[in-house]
C-alpha cells in the first residue's frame, strides 16, 4: 500500500537526495529469528526522521546495526558527509564508527556514568580531542600547555550543551543524582559533544513529562537548526514523532510496512493496523476499500 | 514514650542477669565440647579425654560477664550517646573537611620525618627495626596498592594475579644485576617497562572478559608465572631463588664497610642503618612518584576512560573510546608500578625465590585495594598501613607468650585478624575506609561523590 503510494508520486522524495544514511537491504538473524528483514531507507540531511513501530519490531537492532553494535547479517550501511567522505558502517569497529564516521547515539536504558559529574560525562564524550591535545597522554603528564588549551576549549564546549540543555547549575553533580528527565538531556548533551554527523536517539522521550516532552522537541529541533545535525529517532510518543519529524518509517516484525512523511503515515491503514491491531481480514477489507477511494479520485 | 523513660532510669537489672546466665549456658553448650574437652594420645597410642575445666571456666565467666557489662553499661551508654548527638550529625562536616584537607599533606610531612624521628629517638642500631620492618615494608605495599588502584579501583577490572608483574620486576632486577652487573638505576626503568610489557601480553587475551571470568584468568596467569620460576632451573634456579643480589649504590657510592663505602667516607660508625634510611627514601620516592602519576593521569583524557569504562563500557564505545587500549593502558601502567616496585624489592632482600610471589600476596594486595576504597589513594594507603603494619605489630607482642603460654604465637593468628578485621569492614564501611570519589575537574565548586552512585566495575 505504502509502496502504492510512492509510486503514485513523480518527484522523488526529499530524503533521497543525498541522504545521510543509506540503508540498503539490511537483515539481522539472530539463529533462526528474523529480526531486522530487507530493510532499506534513507536519512536525508538535516532532517528528523522517526523510526516507529510497535515493541519488538526491530527498531532498536536496526540502531545496534547502525552505530555498530551488531554487525548486519546482509547489507550495506552507508554514511555520507556533509564534505563527501563516505563510510560503510558494516565494515567498521563500534568505536570507529562513532570518532571516524560521526555517528551518535543515546540508549533506550539511559547509559550515563553516574558515578561522574555532568562536566566530566561531556569531557569523556571528547576524549578522540583530547587524547590527541594530550600528545597520548606523554605530554600531558608533563603538563604542557597545549593540552591546557584544549581542555579549556573542551571545557567550554561542555558549558555550551550544559547551557542548552539547561543543566549548567548542576555541572558539578554525579549525573547518577539528576532526575530522570534530566539524565535522558544529559544523554543528548553528551552525545552531541561527539560532534557528529548523525544523531541517533533510542526512545528520547520515554518516561517524560508532557512539559519535558516539549523541551525535548525544542531541544531536538534547535539541534537541527544550528548544529545542522541529522537526527535519527526511535519513538513511541506520537506527540514527538508527529510534531517534529520529517520522515517517518514504520516497521513491523523487522520489514518496513510504510515510509514517507508524517501525515502519509499516520492515514496509512497498514501503520494503523500495526498500531491498532485490526485482523488481517480486515486489513484487506480496508485496502481494498482505499485503493477504491483512491481510484475513485484519480478518475 | 515509657521506653524512653525506662532507658533514663537505667537498664533493668534483673533481666540483665537473667540474659548473661543464659548467655552462659549457651557459651556452656558450645564451648564444653570444644574447649572443655581434649583428647591426646598416651603412650599405646590410645586416645585419652581430658577434661580442661579451669579454661571452660574462664571462658564462659568471660561471656557472663561481657554480657552483663554489655547490657547494663555499653549499649545504654551508646543509645544515650545517639540520643545527644542525634540532631546534631550533620554538622560535624567542618572538622571532617579539615581532616580531609589536612590529611594528606600532613602525613607527608610525617613520611618524611619518620627516619629522622625514629633514629633520634633510637639511635642507629634501634632504628633498624622500625624502618626497615614498618617503613619500609608498609610503603612497598602503599606503592602495590596505588599500582594495583590503576587497574581495580579506576579502570574496575580486576586483576588477581597482580603479584606475577611483581615477580617479574624482583627477577628482572636480580637476574640483569647478577649475570651482567648492571646498576639498579638502569635495571629499575627496564624492570619496569618489562613488567608492562608483560602487562599488555596478559591484557590481550582476557580484553574479552568480563567480572568473574577476568577474575579467574588473571589468578592463573599469577600462578604461571610462580611456575615458570620455580620449574626453569637453568634461568632461575628454581625454587631456591637467586642469592646475593647486589645492593642499591648511591651514585656510586657502596653501602658497606669498604673504605669508599658511604660510613667510611661520611666519617661515621660503621652500621647497617644507613643503607636501610638509604632504602626508606628510595620506596618513598618511588611511591609519591606512582601517587603523582596516578593523580596526573586521572586528570586527563586517559584516567577520565579508565573511570567512564568503569562506570559504563557500552557508552564508552559509543562515545568513539577505543576500550581494547584504554583497558591496556591500565594494564601496562599498573603493571609497570609493580615492576618498579619488584625491582627494589629484590634490591632490599638481596635475595629472591618464587615462595615471595604467591596467590596470598596478590589476595593482600587486592584487599588493600578494596579495604581503601576503591580509587581513592589516601583509602589505599590507610588500608596498608593497616594491614601491613597490623600484621608487623603482630610479631612485637611477644609478651603475650606469658599469658598464653610458650606455644602461643601471635604470627599464625595473623590470617584470622585479617578475617575478622575485612568482616567488620564490610559491615560498617562496604566500600572501603574512603568510599566517596573525588572529580577530576569542576566549574564552580568541588562536590565530593557519594559511593553509592560510583560503580565498582564489572571487570
Known amino acids: 500500500m505504502s509502496e502504492t503510494l510512492t509510486m503514485t508520486r513523480d518527484a522523488p522524495m526529499p530524503w533521497e537526495n543525498r541522504p545521510v544514511l543509506k540503508v540498503e537491504h539490511v537483515f539481522m538473524r539472530f539463529g533462526g529469528l528474523i529480526a531486522v528483514n530487507d530493510l532499506s531507507f534513507s536519512v536525508g540531511r538535516g532532517d528528523i526522521t522517526a523510526l516507529i513501530g510497535p515493541n519488538g519490531a526491530g527498531k532498536t537492532t536496526v540502531f545496534n546495526c547502525i552505530t555498530g553494535f551488531y554487525k548486519p547479517t546482509q547489507g550495506m550501511l552507508r554514511l555520507e558527509h556533509a564534505d563527501g567522505s563516505t563510510f560503510l558502517l558494516e565494515r567498521m569497529p563500534d568505536f570507529k564508527i562513532s570518532a571516524k564516521a560521526k555517528v551518535a547515539r543515546t540508549f533506550q536504558n539511559i547509559r550515563l556514568f553516574s558515578g561522574m559529574t555532568l562536566l566530566e560525562n561531556l569531557l569523556v564524550a571528547q576524549h578522540n580531542t583530547l587524547m590527541l591535545a594530550s600528545g597520548m597522554t606523554i605530554l600531558g603528564v608533563l603538563g604542557l600547555p597545549g593540552y591546557r588549551n584544549a581542555e579549556r576549549k573542551a571545557v567550554e564546549k561542555a558549558k555550551y550543551w550544559l547551557e542548552k540543555t539547561g543543566l549548567t547549575a548542576r555541572a558539578d553533580d554525579p549525573a547518577g543524582d539528576l532526575p530522570y528527565g534530566a539524565q535522558r538531556r544529559l544523554e543528548i548533551a553528551r552525545a552531541m559533544c561527539t560532534e557528529p554527523e548523525l544523531l541517533c536517539l533510542d526512545e528520547p522521550a520515554a518516561g517524560l513529562n508532557p512539559r519535558e516532552s516539549a523541551e525535548l522537541n525544542a531541544l531536538l529541533l534547535g539541534i537541527r537548526e544550528t548544529e545542522k545535525t541529522s537526527i535519527l529517532l526511535i519513538e513511541h510518543d506520537m506527540s514527538v514523532v508527529m510534531e517534529i519529524s520529517d520522515h517517518v518509517i514504520v516497521l513491523e516484525y523487522g520489514t518496513k510496512i510504510a515510509d514517507g512523511s508524517p501525515t502519509e503515515v499516520r492515514n496509512d491503514p497498514r501503520v494503523i493496523a500495526a498500531y491498532l491491531g485490526v485482523d488481517d481480514e480486515e486489513v484487506e477489507v480496508v485496502e481494498e476499500t482505499l485503493d477504491e477511494i483512491i481510484e475513485g479520485a484519480a478518475t | ?459
Not at chain 2, 619496569?192 to 592463573?220: E, M, N, Q, S
Not at chain 2, 576504597?373 to 600484621?391: C, E, K, P, R
Open chain 2, 1 to 459: 514514650m515509657a521506653d524512653a523513660i525506662a532507658k533514663r532510669h537505667g537498664p533493668d537489672m534483673s533481666a540483665a542477669v537473667k540474659d548473661a546466665l543464659l548467655s552462659g549456658l549457651i557459651a556452656l553448650g558450645l564451648f564444653g565440647p570444644l574447649v572443655g574437652l581434649r583428647t591426646e594420645q598416651n603412650m599405646r597410642n590410645e586416645l585419652v579425654v581430658q577434661g580442661r575445666w579451669g579454661l571452660l571456666a574462664s571462658v564462659i565467666g568471660v561471656i557472663v560477664v561481657g554480657r552483663f557489662l554489655l547490657l547494663t553499661l555499653v549499649w545504654p551508654a551508646m543509645a544515650a550517646r545517639k540520643e545527644r548527638a542525634g540532631p546534631a550529625s550533620e554538622t560535624p562536616s567542618a572538622v571532617r573537611q579539615a581532616v580531609s584537607r589536612w590529611f594528606a599533606p600532613t602525613s607527608l610531612v610525617f613520611l618524611f620525618l619518620y627516619p629522622v624521628i625514629i633514629v633520634s629517638l633510637l639511635g642507629f642500631q634501634g632504628s633498624l627495626k622500625w624502618v626497615d620492618n614498618f617503613g619500609i615494608q608498609i610503603l612497598i605495599y602503599v606503592m602495590l596498592g596505588w599500582g594495583l588502584n590503576i587497574v581495580v579501583g579506576l579502570a574496575g577490572l580486576l586483576d588477581l594475579g597482580y603479584v606475577a608483574f611483581y615477580a617479574v620486576g624482583a627477577y628482572s632486577y636480580a637476574l640483569l644485576s647478577s649475570h651482567f652487573g648492571l646498576s639498579f638505576w638502569i635495571l629499575l626503568p627496564m624492570a619496569g617497562i618489562f613488567a608492562a610489557l608483560w602487562g599488555i601480553l596478559l591484557g590481550f587475551p582476557v580484553l574479552r572478559l568480563r567480572g568473574d571470568y577476568l577474575a579467574i584468568v588473571t589468578l592463573a596467569f599469577g600462578e604461571i608465572i610462580r611456575l615458570v620460576l620455580i620449574n626453569w632451573r637453568e634461568l632461575t634456579n628454581g625454587s631456591s631463588g637467586i642469592s646475593s643480589i647486589p645492593k642499591i649504590t648511591l651514585f656510586g657510592i657502596k653501602f658497606d664497610a669498604s673504605p669508599d663505602g658511604f660510613a667510611k667516607i661520611m666519617d661515621l660508625p660503621i652500621s647497617s642503618a644507613y643503607y636501610k634510611i638509604f632504602l626508606y627514601y628510595l620506596i618513598l620516592l618511588l611511591a609519591l612518584l606512582t601517587a603523582f602519576v596516578t593523580i596526573r593521569l586521572r586528570k586527563l583524557p586517559v584516567g577520565r576512560a579508565w573511570e567512564a569504562l568503569r562506570e559504563d563500557e557500552i557508552a564508552c564505545r559509543s562515545l568513539g573510546i577505543n576500550t581494547t587500549n584504554t583497558k591496556l593502558t591500565a594494564f601496562a601502567l599498573g603493571a609497570m608500578f609493580a615492576g618498579f616496585a619488584g625491582s627494589f624489592f629484590a634490591a632490599r632482600q638481596g635475595f629472591v625465590s618464587p615462595e615471595s610471589f604467591t596467590f596470598m600476596e596478590s589476595a593482600i594486595i587486592v584487599a588493600i585495594v578494596v579495604l581503601g576504597g576503591m580509587g581513592s589513594m589516601v583509602g589505599v594507603a590507610l588500608a596498608a598501613v593497616a594491614m601491613i603494619g597490623g600484621t608487623e605489630l603482630l610479631r612485637e607482642l611477644a609478651f603475650l607468650k606469658t599469658i598464653f603460654g610458650d606455644n602461643f604465637n601471635p604470627d599464625q593468628f595473623r590470617m584470622l585478624i585479617f578475617g575478622l578485621a575485612m568482616v567488620g569492614i564490610m559491615i560498617w564501611k562496604p566500600r572501603g575506609f574512603v568510599s566517596s570519589r573525588e572529580p577530576t575537574i569542576f566549574l564552580a565548586e568541588r562536590k565530593t561523590i557519594s559511593g553509592s552512585l560510583v560503580k565498582e566495575g564489572h571487570g
